[in-house]
């Protein structure tokens, strides 16, 4: 995203106070898609809460070209040494749903729902769900489905003369008009909050990106400098847990891409499948 007043590109990030799991057979997770889901509802059932620490990074857009990693590459993340995590606040789950339907089921989050001063910027994974998520939100819900009460806004109003369709249940913004000019000096627009300019430069193609950042650094930096040795067996043991019934030839080729991030990595793996820890290095 875009942060105005100061020009600058910007990630957000959330780190959530968990542990790891072992997701292998003895732990009874092994095969349960519901076990993250029941855990976090009986954890606030018994009347404790989850906590998320909610901070962002900040680069001034005059950087942005030239970064080591290109910033817009979702597999990749800004070093806290660059950009350190600014502390925003945090987010807290303390209580479950009433009606998992009308709660859960009906709730409709979108990042194309911006205030201003904070704009979308050219991500391209964020470019298309700036569509897709209001058009699944529609298909799914109805075109008002703003006004569904785990939805709407409780302390302002809407005032932008989108009117009719299925299921108004606000009072369809009154009798005033809904066009702008009009004779009743209403549904003016507010120039303060058209989008921003940036610029952009290169020739807009589809075309494989080209930035010369690796594919395997960062991962064997979380490997090396972040993981914990117990977070790196959990890691190792879920990884061999999940590939050990694949055929040898994915699991060479597995090896090999963890060999590159890191050789521990890559070694570590191999032992756990039992294979040749020199093989994994062709």
């Known amino acids: 995203f875009f942060f105005f007043n100061d020009t600058a590109t910007t990630e957000i990030y959330t780190e959530q106070i968990v542990g790891s799991v072992r997701c292998v057979q003895e732990t009874g997770v092994h095969g349960d898609p519901d076990y993250a889901t029941r855990d976090l509802f009986n954890h606030i059932k018994n ?19 030239n970064y080591r990693w290109n910033i817009f590459d979702v597999t990749k993340v800004w070093p806290h040494a660059d950009y350190p995590l600014i502390p925003v606040g945090k987010m807290v789950l303390n209580r479950n749903p009433e009606n998992y339907f009308a709660e859960v089921e009906q709730s ?19 470019q298309g769900r700036l569509f897709s998520y209001l058009d699944t939100h529609r ?8 006004q569904i009460p785990v939805n709407c806004p409780y302390r302002t109003r809407v005032n932008n003369g989108v009117r009719d369709g299925l299921m108004v249940v606000n009072g369809n913004q009154g009798s005033k008009p809904n066009y702008e000019p009009n004779s009743h000096g209403t549904q003016i627009e507010d120039p303060s909050k058209i989008e921003s300019q940036y610029k952009i430069s290169g020739l807009v193609m589809r075309f494989k990106p080209n930035h010369p950042n690796s594919d395997f650094a960062q991962p064997g930096d979380l490997f090396r400098k972040v993981m914990t040795e117990d977070k790196r067996k959990i890691l190792i043991d879920n990884i061999v847990g999940h590939l050990k019934n694949a055929n040898k030839e994915i699991q060479e080729r597995q090896v090999r891409i963890f060999f590159k991030c890191d050789p521990e990595y890559g070694n570590r793996v191999a032992e756990g499948l039992g294979m040749p820890a020199i093989k994994s290095r062709l």
């Open 47 to 65: 009347g404790e809460s989850a906590t998320w620490t909610f901070s962002i990074q900040v680069m001034p857009e005059h950087e942005a070209a």
């Open 108 to 126: 409709a989050f979108a990042p194309a729902n911006l205030i201003p001063g904070i704009e979308p910027s050219p991500d391209k994974m964020l």
């Open 139 to 146: 298909h799914r819900l109805g075109g008002n489905h703003d």
